[in-house]
């Protein structure tokens, strides 16, 4: 291996790594969002629990938003429009993150709605720290796939050697 | 930049039209604009002031329909706690020796939050007469700096 490929090209934004991640954050947007589409009279319900959403718009984020998650998670995995694909889930994340905390600093005794399943847990610290952890995930894809800050050429290679795709 | 925008306006319009389709081949499809919640709006709607003046009166119970850990944290003055979650066995406990004539005025977290209306749905069924609500809760309330209890939970 070249010295300039460097400790973080062969570690976190190894190409392994980084599509385990793709696979891992697509896998659970699927699945959370074939989930909600399935019970979008359960979905209003989560969403009208956190009072972040106008009433009367409940149902077309109830109806939307699965299809978003679960659009993201496939093209995330697919590797098409990924720019795109990236974009929202990491933006669904950071979204998820506020409205946690938001239902938290209320002090709303609510189940948090996480992957569309009936009683679900409710919404505290552990689910706080559960979508931080998966918006810290989306990091290395986004250094992996807009080579954010690193050597391209290191980084290239490094998929070179590993056979997989950047 | 402009293929990230247009890749994003793609999955957008895609997920739109996916949701729409399964909405609606859906055996009971949700209408587009949520029709509002049929209780909202049956209770007559107290402001803090007249919370507070029928608390000092005498004239009135506040029920904290939150769970006892916000109760427990502050709650208004003299308040029961009734929580939705555990309405039936903390009724059983200490609403029994509630009079059913006492007006009630019931609030939890803020908003027209569900546990309220959940609470004075229960409270209609067992035949209290008086029933109010108070739908600026337990965060208008701090806001206004109202007096605050802080106890022990009563269940």
């Excluded at chain 1, 689910?127 to 992996?144: G, K, M």
């Excluded at chain 2, 306006?9 to 949700?30: C, F």
């Excluded at chain 2, 003046?53 to 009734?82: C, M, W």
């Excluded at chain 2, 908003?111 to 209609?124: A, Q, T, Y």
């Amino acid at each position: 291996m070249n010295p300039k490929t460097s400790l973080l090209h062969r570690t976190v934004i190894h190409p392994y790594f980084v599509m385990f991640l793709r696979l891992a954050l697509g896998g659970i947007m699927i699945f959370a969002g074939a989930a909600k589409l399935i019970d979008m009279p359960g979905m209003a319900e989560s969403i009208e629990n956190y009072r972040l959403v106008p009433h009367a718009w409940v149902n077309i984020a109830a109806i939307i938003l699965p299809a978003v998650e679960l659009i993201a998670g496939v093209c995330l995995i697919a590797g098409i429009w990924m720019n795109g694909a990236l974009l929202i889930v990491t933006g669904l994340f950071a979204a998820f993150i506020v409205a946690v905390e938001s239902a938290i600093w209320r002090g709303l005794n609510i189940e948090c709605g996480c992957f569309g399943l009936p009683d679900s847990e409710i919404v505290g610290v552990q689910v706080l720290v559960r979508d931080v952890l998966f918006l810290f995930a989306t990091i290395p894809i986004w250094i992996s796939h807009f080579g954010l800050g690193v050597n391209r050429e290191a980084l290239e290679e490094s998929a070179v050697e590993s056979g997989a795709d950047v | 930049m402009i293929r990230t925008i247009q890749q994003t306006v793609a999955i957008l319009a895609l997920s739109t039209v996916l949701g729409m389709a399964i909405n609606a081949l859906s055996g009971d499809p949700l209408p587009w604009i949520r029709p509002p919640d049929a209780r909202e709006g049956k209770w007559p709607d107290l402001t803090a002031d007249e919370v507070m003046q029928r608390i000092e009166e005498g004239t009135a119970i506040a029920i904290d329909a939150r769970d006892a850990k916000y109760f427990k944290e502050g709650h208004i003055p003299s308040a029961v706690n009734l929580p939705a979650t555990t309405f039936g066995e903390t009724f059983a406990e200490i609403g029994e020796a509630l009079p059913r004539e006492y007006p009630l005025i019931v609030y939890c977290q803020g908003g027209p939050c569900s546990e309220s209306l959940d609470v004075l749905e229960h409270l209609e069924v067992l035949g209290f007469e008086s029933l109010f609500i108070y739908e600026g809760g337990w965060l208008e309330w701090e806001e206004k700096t109202m007096p605050v209890e802080a106890s022990e939970p009563h269940s």
